[in-house]
């Protein structure tokens, strides 16, 4: 079936390192959405990207959409101990526009 | 403006035994979600409701239903409880194609 997965599933950095967590879907994916679920809580939207090779920024967070639309990566610059969490990306596919499937995530953590 | 609101938090259930939890929606939006979340997995996909129908499935038995009333809220039943069926089950809304909203989920426990 139709898989999303994420690499690495865990990330350890000291505070002030970079960090990217990548995101590979089996088919292609209509959108892709990124999520933060910090320890203990609930899924927080981040951002959706829609375009072939689209590129969005948020202060220190970077995303990035293939030009097939089947990978996707965040990159965070200069970790932030408020960074710690969870990070997953979900994708609908053409075939299942209403349906969304996550990946199982990358959890940071960040040793100040 | 409230948010999308589940009850209850937790809960502790039996082998056998069935389950209603409940979700509201974030203020207009029509369209409900539910998932499961496994320890340590991510939110896998349960079923979509869209004008009180069932809209989208995943890959979870029968003994997963659901519902959505006029008012766009909506129910998750399991029924016939399995040990595995211990997770947190998180409601999310969203309007159309959009972001999905998440509640703070349902905690269950089935012993």
């Known amino acids: 079936g139709q898989q999303v997965m994420q690499i690495p599933q865990y990330q350890h950095v000291q505070e002030g390192e970079d960090f990217t967590t990548y995101c590979n879907s089996s088919?292609?994916?209509?959108?892709i959405q990124w999520y933060k679920q910090r320890p203990g809580g609930h899924p927080v939207f981040l951002i959706q990207?829609?375009?072939?090779?689209e590129v969005k920024k948020q202060k220190r967070l970077t995303f990035q959409f293939g030009e097939a639309k089947k990978n996707s990566s965040l990159h965070i610059t200069a970790t932030q101990t408020t960074d710690v969490g969870t990070y997953f990306c979900?994708?609908?596919?053409?075939?299942?526009?209403?349906?969304?499937?996550f990946g199982d995530g990358t959890t940071l953590t960040v040793k100040p | 403006d409230a948010g999308v609101t589940q009850s209850p938090t937790h809960l502790i259930k039996t082998r056998g035994q069935q389950v209603t939890l409940r979700c509201s929606p974030k203020?207009?939006?029509?369209?409900v979600s539910w998932y499961q979340q496994a320890l340590g997995q991510g939110p896998q996909f349960i079923f979509q409701?869209?004008?009180?129908?069932?809209?989208q499935r995943g890959n979870f038995p029968d003994r997963f239903s659901g519902h959505q009333f006029p008012n766009y809220s909506s129910e998750l039943n399991v029924n016939a409880l399995l040990l595995g069926d211990s997770a947190l089950y998180l409601c999310?809304?969203?309007?159309?194609?959009?972001?999905?909203?998440f509640g703070e989920g349902s905690r269950l426990t089935v012993l």
């Open positions: 979900a994708g609908p596919w053409w075939t299942n526009a209403g349906k969304s499937t």
């Open positions: 088919t292609t994916l209509s959108n």
């Open positions: 990207l829609v375009k072939s090779g």
């Open positions: 409701y869209y004008e009180e129908e069932e809209r």
């Open positions: 203020s207009g939006h029509d369209t």
């Open positions: 999310a809304s969203t309007v159309g194609a959009g972001e999905l909203f």
